[in-house]
T-cell receptor
Framework: IAGITQAPTSQILAAGRRMTLRCTQD?????MYWYRQDLGLGLRLIHY???????GKGEVPDGYSVSRANTDDFPLTLASAVPSQTSVYFC????????????FGPGTRLTVL | GQNIDQPTEMTATEGAIVQINCTYQ??????LFWYQQHAGEAPTFLSY??LDGLEEKGRFSSFLSRSKGYSYLLLKELQMKDSASYLC??????????WGAGTKLIIKP
């Protein structure tokens, strides 16, 4: 593995179903982020984690939860999916120092019907 | 409140120069980033400015004026592969970024 991987690449999901999007990085970055990207809107932060064992809410956290049990993994869970959660989801990581750069995974395209 | 403005779309000709502007109003400022995003792909880092002035990196340059809340990305000697969206993002505090909606750049032969 090199960088950040996300799984699945794409998914079609029935409304009301539970879904976990996976994100793994091998760069030993402290900070990790989940964004959603919708047409015409900027990337919006869902949840973040500044270091393993801690998480925080971003701009649009409702309907989503995260955990950070170790440095490498940062899964995003939709407890009960709704159509408005149809989006492209990007996971990102950064070393965790001021001025550092965020590096993005390839994204997961999620459709909720 | 927080606001980052960029033009929605721009068109330029192969070989030419284009300037993409970004204005921001945020409660704090701790650096400005430019990212490139090709259609269907992830954003990739282009440049970072935290002090006023111009940062040059090959064909790409980025400028920042903190007093004016203004930045631009300058792309020279445009190539067809430069067709992409360009995202401006501001760091207010420690790690998190506030993102503009992006500027779609179309390059014509």
């Amino acid at each position: 593995i090199a960088g950040i991987t996300q799984a699945p690449t794409s998914q079609i999901l029935a409304a009301g179903r539970r879904m976990t999007l996976r994100c793994t990085q091998d760069m030993r970055h402290n900070a990790m982020y989940w964004y959603r990207q919708d047409l015409g809107l900027g990337l919006r932060l869902i949840h973040y984690s500044n270091t393993a064992g801690t998480t925080g809410k971003g701009e649009v956290p409702d309907g989503y939860s995260v955990s950070r049990a170790n440095t490498d993994d940062f899964p995003l869970t939709l407890a009960s999916a709704v159509p408005s959660q149809t989006s492209v989801y990007f996971c990102a990581s950064s070393p965790g120092a001021e001025g550092d750069t965020q590096y993005f995974g390839p994204g997961t395209r999620l459709t909720v019907l | 409140g927080q606001n980052i403005d960029q033009p929605t779309e721009m068109t330029a000709t192969e070989g030419a120069i284009v300037q993409i502007n970004c204005t921001y109003q945020t409660s704090g400022f701790n650096g400005l980033f430019w990212y490139q995003q090709h259609a269907g792909e992830a954003p990739t880092f282009l440049s970072y400015n935290v002090l006023d002035g111009l940062e040059e990196k090959g064909r790409f340059s980025s400028f920042l004026s903190r007093s004016k809340g203004y930045s631009y990305l300058l792309l020279k000697e445009l190539q067809m592969k430069d067709s992409a969206s360009y995202l401006c993002a501001v760091r207010e505090g420690n790690y998190q970024l506030i993102w503009g909606a992006g500027t779609k750049l179309i390059i014509k032969p």
